[in-house]
T-cell receptor, first 115, second 115 residues
């Protein structure tokens, strides 16, 4: 079974600074997909960024980027120029290519951006 | 608006009762997934339907059941409710096999409170 571990239950960062959230996963698969979802106080789950395991290039979406280390099974999220609106729970998620398999989530990291 | 519609947004009911949560997937999406999120915890996969057929089951209690109708909307039925069933229930949708890498689109959730 695939497991996703987020070892930082809570983190904080000053506005405009950079923060990195950690995620590790366990799988025997060679091809798979990884995601970071954001859950603000509204509770809506919002896709932040995604990475395909067979692509070595790290994904980037504006201020959000990932550091994907396939051999280490690590998938960290870097938020640059943190904004107050980035305050949220962040969930790392793993999914196999099998189309009838579900997405597995980590326990989440609560990020607070301080003014 | 994500395109995934969940109703009701909030539900308060007594122990022992039965409730039905409803989800309409994003237009064109054939897969519907149900997740449970207990207070400040990660998302636990319950069940997946694809085009009307059950595809996978997760940690779904026997008191819970679901179905997907010909118009692709889905219902999650929770019966003999207990206090511990209080949670946020998410529905998510995806296009299916060809769209695995794009992740899921989540609804805004139904907050169930059992008193």
């Amino acid at each position: 079974a695939q497991t996703v571990t987020q070892s930082q239950p809570e983190m904080s960062v000053q506005e405009a600074e950079t923060v990195t959230l950690s995620c590790t996963y366990d799988t025997s698969e060679n091809n798979y997909y990884l995601f970071w979802y954001k859950q603000p106080p509204s509770r809506q789950m919002i896709l932040v960024i995604r990475q395909e395991a067979y692509k070595q290039q790290n994904a980037t979406e504006n201020r959000f980027s990932v550091n994907f280390q396939k051999a280490a099974k690590s998938f960290s999220l870097k938020i640059s120029d943190s904004q107050l609106g980035d305050t949220a729970m962040y969930f790392c998620a793993f999914m196999k290519p099998r189309w009838d398999d579900d997405m597995r989530f980590g326990a989440g990291t609560r990020l607070t951006v301080k003014p | 608006d994500s395109g995934v519609t969940q109703t009701p947004k909030h539900l308060i009911t007594a122990t022992g009762q039965r409730v039905t949560l409803r989800c309409s997937p994003r237009s064109g999406d054939l897969s519907v997934y149900w997740y449970q999120q207990s207070l400040d915890q990660g998302l636990q996969f319950l069940i997946h339907y694809y085009n009307g057929e059950e595809r996978a089951k997760g940690n779904i209690l026997e008191r819970f059941s679901a179905q997907q109708f010909p118009d692709l909307h889905s219902e999650l039925n929770l019966s003999s409710l207990e206090l511990g069933d209080s949670a946020l229930y998410f529905c998510a949708s995806s296009a299916g096999q060809g769209a695995r890498g794009y992740g899921y689109t989540f609804g805004s959730g139904t907050r169930l409170t059992v008193v």
